[in-house]
Nanobody
Framework: QVQLVESGGGLVQAGGSLRLSCAAS????????MGWFRQAPGKEREFVAA????????HYADSAKGRFTISRDNAKNTVYLQMNSLKPEDTAVYYC??????????????????WGQGTQVTVSS
């Protein structure tokens, strides 16, 4: 079992930055690939970024490439999403997810067992 708690969301102007954190419970955090998804009002949840259990591999949605960076600290049971050059279209609830998965963390292609409750990110124009 893994419990996930996101934090770090808020209101930021376009062009600004935010860093989201996702704290995980449990002793097996380092066994899980971790990912970030988002859901804007009236839209389906979409994949943003993922990182392998060791941190060796990352995978990004096209919308995140070059602007967002996912990282993890297994000693702190935490995964991060650094978001730079934010745009109004990045406004959404951001969710953290976890899954046991080896290799390239294609969390956009597999069912995910564990989700956080989400944190709101609002980017004003």
């Amino acid at each position: 079992q893994v419990q996930l708690v996101e934090s770090g969301g808020g209101l930021v102007q376009a062009g600004g930055s935010l860093r989201l954190s996702c704290a995980a419970s449990g002793r097996t955090f380092s066994s899980y690939a971790m990912g970030w998804f988002r859901q804007a009002p009236g839209k389906e949840r979409e994949f943003v970024a993922a990182i392998s259990y060791s941190g060796a591999y990352t995978h990004y949605a096209d919308s995140a490439k070059g602007r967002f960076t996912i990282s993890r600290d297994n000693a702190k049971n935490t995964v991060y999403l650094q978001m730079n050059s934010l745009k109004p279209e990045d406004t959404a609830v951001y969710y953290c997810a976890a899954e046991i998965l080896n290799g390239i963390p294609r969390l956009d292609l597999v069912p995910l067992d564990y989700w956080g409750q989400g944190t709101q990110v609002t980017v004003s124009s």
